[in-house]
C-alpha cells in the first residue's frame, strides 16, 4: 500500500537553528515526491517537488530510496518558516496524490 | 482566475441536509481534484477529473457523495443525507497537466463543513 509517514506531529526549533522534518514513504515503484506548506490562514501551496532539485526559501529535500525517504531541511530556520507542513506521494504517471499528516513547524524568537 | 476559487468558504448544515460545494479552477486547468481533511490529519483523495470526466472516484467514501464537472471548468461537490462524520475541509485543486506531473497542485483556500 502507498502511504506517507511524517513521525513528528510538532517540532519546535530557535531562529537560527538547523531544522529536518522527516517523511519516509511506502511504495513499491518511482514515486514523485512533494511538499506543501500551509502558513498561518493561507491556503496549501507547493513548497518545493524532488524531481525539480531546487531550494525554496532556503528549502532543499533529498529524495533517498534506500531509505524511503525525503526529509525537508534547512540550515537556518527563520520565524517565517512557521507552518504546517505536509510531505506527499504521487506515483509515476498515477493522478491522485497520497499526503502525509503533516508536521507543525515552530520557529521560536 | 488568478486562483481556485472555492464556495462557500464555510457551510454550517444540519444531519440529514443535501449541501453543494462549489469550485472554480485556474482557467486552461483541465486537471481538477476534489480532497477531503479531517481536523489534525493530510488531506484525503476523494475524486479526480480530467476535463468533463470523473477519471477516478475511488476516493469517495461511499454513494452519498457524487461529483461534476459539466463543462470541464466549474466543480461541483454534492453530499445527500449529511452525517457528522462528513465534518471536514473540502479542498479543490487544479493542474496544468494529467496528473500534476511535475508541477504539483494549485489548491483553493477550501470550504469548512460543520454537519450538526
Known amino acids: 500500500a502507498q502511504r506517507v509517514t511524517q513521525p513528528e506531529k510538532l517540532l519546535s526549533v530557535f531562529k537560527g537553528a538547523p531544522v529536518e522534518l522527516k517523511c519516509n514513504y511506502s511504495?513499491?515503484?518511482?514515486?514523485?515526491l512533494f511538499w506543501y506548506v500551509q502558513y498561518s490562514r493561507q491556503r496549501l501551496q507547493l513548497l518545493l517537488r524532488?524531481?525539480s532539485r531546487e531550494s525554496i526559501k532556503g528549502f532543499t529535500a533529498d529524495l533517498n530510496k534506500g531509505e524511503t525517504s525525503f526529509h525537508l531541511k534547512k540550515p537556518f530556520a527563520q520565524e517565517e518558516d512557521s507552518a504546517m507542513y505536509y510531505c506527499?506521494?504521487?506515483?509515476?504517471?498515477?493522478?491522485?496524490?497520497?499526503f502525509g499528516a503533516g508536521t507543525r513547524l515552530f520557529v521560536k524568537a | 482566475g488568478a486562483g481556485v476559487s472555492q464556495t462557500p468558504s464555510n457551510k454550517v448544515t444540519e444531519k440529514g441536509k443535501y449541501v453543494e460545494l462549489r469550485c472554480d479552477p485556474i482557467?486552461?486547468?483541465?486537471?481538477l481534484y476534489w480532497y477531503r481533511q479531517s481536523l489534525g490529519q493530510g488531506p484525503e483523495f476523494l475524486i479526480y477529473?480530467?476535463?468533463?470526466?470523473?477519471?477516478?472516484d475511488s476516493g469517495l467514501p461511499n454513494d452519498r457523495f457524487f461529483a461534476v464537472r459539466p463543462e470541464g471548468s466549474v466543480s461541483t461537490l454534492k453530499i445527500q443525507r449529511t452525517e457528522r462524520g462528513d465534518s471536514a475541509v473540502y479542498l479543490c485543486?487544479?493542474?496544468?497537466?494529467?496528473?500534476?506531473?511535475?508541477?504539483?497542485?494549485?489548491f483553493g483556500s477550501g470550504t469548512r463543513l460543520t454537519v450538526v
Open positions: 485543486a487544479s493542474s496544468l497537466m494529467a496528473g500534476g506531473s511535475n508541477y504539483g497542485y494549485t
Open positions: 511504495y513499491s515503484g518511482s514515486p514523485e
Open positions: 524532488h524531481i
Open positions: 506527499a506521494l504521487k506515483p509515476t504517471g498515477g493522478f491522485k496524490t497520497i
Open positions: 482557467s486552461g486547468h483541465t486537471a
Open positions: 477529473f480530467q476535463g468533463t470526466g470523473a477519471a477516478d
